[in-house]
């Protein structure tokens, strides 16, 4: 009978427990990432965002259940973010929203955000003027009270994506900090956008987007179009060392009472890409 050291036995019995703990590391399943559905036009089915007969008929459930590698896929229609002008679409790390689904697709390729218009809109009470589409193209149209930042990406990183949206009818002119930023605000976040439109959003500042403290967002195929501010920047504003990369980004019709209708820059210019 072979016999074994204390200090043998010591080192077998760790190298026992090791190869225990790696059977259940490998053996044991993580939960996957998955899709959300959603599709404002769904009614009768169990509206937990599991396939589209099941979807959520708001994107801010979806967003309240998505974790770390989720895709939140949005049906054509208008989704407004709540009932208050506080309330907002708060992107998230690591999740992709994508808009432009009729709300049969199996696969992302099958989308089309160009015919299947997904608007976010900040006519929380809906009485705003709006065209056929519920996109808001005058920000005179504006009627009562308006969220006042539709989209929020503060404290984002790269990994937050937005794509395939028309951002309409935000209204930030409250009080510092809801003044700045109708459509979307950045404050030391850095989402990524692509084929997104912001459209009759209004501020006191940056009618279409704000960005500060650091924020560096990346904006391919993205255009700002009859945006509004009561002061400075009816398109973009950029400060406190903002650097957005903007990649095929258009303004076009933004207004301001002073400070230029499109785009404000302050200490740091943005990225041009060509």
């Avoid at 490998?26 to 509206?47: E, H, K, R």
Wanted: proline share 3%.
């Amino acid at each position: 009978m072979m016999t074994y050291s204390k200090s043998v036995w010591f080192t077998l019995s760790l190298l026992g427990f090791f190869l225990i703990a790696v059977f259940f590391m490998i053996n044991v399943p993580t939960q996957a990432a998955g899709i959300i559905y959603v599709n404002a036009g769904v009614s009768g089915g169990l509206d937990d965002g599991s396939s589209w007969a099941n979807a959520h008929s708001d994107l801010q459930g979806a967003l309240a259940s998505a974790t770390a590698g989720d895709e939140i896929w949005v049906a054509a229609g208008v989704y407004t973010p709540g009932n208050t002008v506080n309330d907002s679409f708060e992107m998230v790390d690591n999740v992709l929203i994508l808009g432009g689904f009729s709300g049969s697709e199996s696969t992302r390729a099958e989308r089309d955000w160009r015919t299947n218009l997904t608007i976010l809109s900040g006519d929380i009470d809906g009485d705003d003027t709006v065209g056929s589409s519920g996109v808001l193209t005058d920000t005179t149209n504006i009627v009562g009270d308006n969220s006042y930042h539709v989209v929020t990406g503060s404290g984002t990183s790269a990994t937050a994506i937005l794509d395939g949206f028309t951002v309409t009818a935000g209204q930030a002119t409250g009080t510092t900090p809801n003044d700045r930023g109708g459509g979307m605000v950045n404050l030391a976040g850095s989402p990524t956008l692509t084929n997104v439109s912001f459209s009759g959003n209004s501020a006191n500042g940056g009618g279409g987007m704000f960005n500060n403290s650091q924020s560096s967002p990346a904006l391919t195929n993205v255009s700002f179009v009859h945006n509004s501010a009561n002061f400075d920047a009816g398109g973009m504003f950029n400060s406190g060392q903002s650097n957005p990369t903007l990649f095929n980004v258009s303004f076009y019709g933004n207004t301001a009472i002073s400070g230029g209708g499109c785009l404000i820059l302050i200490a740091v210019a943005p990225h041009l890409r060509m």
